[in-house]
């Protein structure tokens, strides 16, 4: 299965947008996304076109093919406008060679972590900045975000197949690989 991995839409129908033709362009099956889905934060300035009720219809449409867990911004009443379950703290995916420990990264993160064996993935967003660090026991892995990317990176996903990761920009040219 070809999973699209993305973070920290905030609300933004203009990356929203971009995200959703790019998981068409990929043609995967399941979108993941590790939360902060509606809301832009206090921390954050609005992203371009800011417009959450767009981001509603958008993902609405799409919700049998989504997939997602609990970000920092996201509540009980995000979960009442949209059609998919959103307030998981964290998932677990099984490929043929890891169990991926997929968050926001808020609670469980680099320094907090998880119950993860070892040749575990613990994958988050929260950062909005893309990363693959390899540690003694586990590899970390971020796909930065959608809507405001942070440190210089690009507005951007991920794509998982066949054990392969793949970091992308949302034009589609990829940034990064790890198999």
Same mark, same amino acid.
């Given at each position: ?35 902060? /889905? %509606? ?5 954050? $300035? ?6 959450? !009720?767009?981001? =509603? ?23 009442? /406008? %949209? ?5 998981? $703290? ?6 043929? !060679?890891?169990? =991926? ?79």
């Amino acid at each position: 299965m070809k999973w699209m991995i993305a973070s920290d839409i905030h609300g933004s129908a203009y990356y929203c947008r971009k995200l959703l033709a790019a998981y068409q362009s990929e043609r995967t099956q399941r979108l993941l996304l590790l939360g902060d /889905v %509606l809301y832009h934060g206090p921390r954050n $300035d609005l992203p371009q076109e800011y417009a959450p !009720k767009e981001v =509603i219809a958008m993902l609405n449409g799409m919700k049998d093919e989504i997939l997602c867990v609990r970000g920092n911004c996201d509540t009980e009443v995000d979960q009442m /406008v %949209l059609d998919f379950p959103i307030l998981a $703290d964290y998932a677990l995916i099984t490929t043929e !060679k890891h169990t =991926i420990y997929a968050t926001h990264g808020h609670v469980f993160n680099e320094n907090n972590l998880p119950p993860l064996r070892s040749g575990d993935i613990l994958l988050h967003g929260h950062t909005h900045v893309p990363k693959c660090t390899a540690h003694d026991t586990y590899t970390y892995m971020n796909p930065g975000s959608v809507s405001i990317p942070k440190e210089g990176s690009h507005h951007g996903y991920m794509i998982l197949e066949n054990n392969k990761f793949i970091w992308k920009d949302l034009d589609g040219n990829i940034i990064y690989e790890k198999v």
